[in-house]
């Protein structure tokens, strides 16, 4: 699969400084901020530093470096805002058309604080 990053995405221009955020940490492969429209009291956005347009990009090119960081990353993030245990969260990340992805790089969405309720929204 080729796949094609738009260097001009919102979120690339917010890890060259570009437009500002609210981060909640940083490390050398991965960003994790807050969600400039949050749809629960917590949600922020983890995303790796890397060129990466979606979950599928991601986990097939990226290195395992970046994948471990990512990953160790979103459990520091999830035990720091209080989401690990029995209080639970939702995770999610859309991908291209079906999925609605409005910024054409990856990121996980990190939801939490109320009921989140049923996972899908009938279209
Ligand atoms: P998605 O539909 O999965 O691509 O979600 C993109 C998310 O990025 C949405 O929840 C937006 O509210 C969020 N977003 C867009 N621009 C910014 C920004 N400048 N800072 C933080 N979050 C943003």
Do not use: C, W
């Amino acid at each position: 699969m080729a796949y094609s990053y738009d260097p001009q995405n919102i979120f690339a221009r917010i890890l060259r400084g570009e437009i500002p955020n609210k981060t909640v940490v940083e490390t050398a492969h991965t960003l994790v901020f807050h969600d400039i429209r949050p749809h629960a009291p917590v949600h922020v956005l983890a995303i790796p530093k890397g060129a990466y347009v979606n979950l599928d990009h991601f986990a097939a090119e990226a290195s395992a470096e970046e994948i471990v960081d990512f990953h160790r990353t979103v459990a520091k993030v999830i035990a720091d805002l209080g989401l690990a245990g029995e209080t639970g969260y939702r995770g999610i990340t859309n991908a291209g058309r079906d999925g609605m992805q409005e910024v054409p790089h990856y990121h996980l969405h990190i939801l939490g604080g109320r009921l989140m309720g049923r996972l899908i929204d009938p279209a």
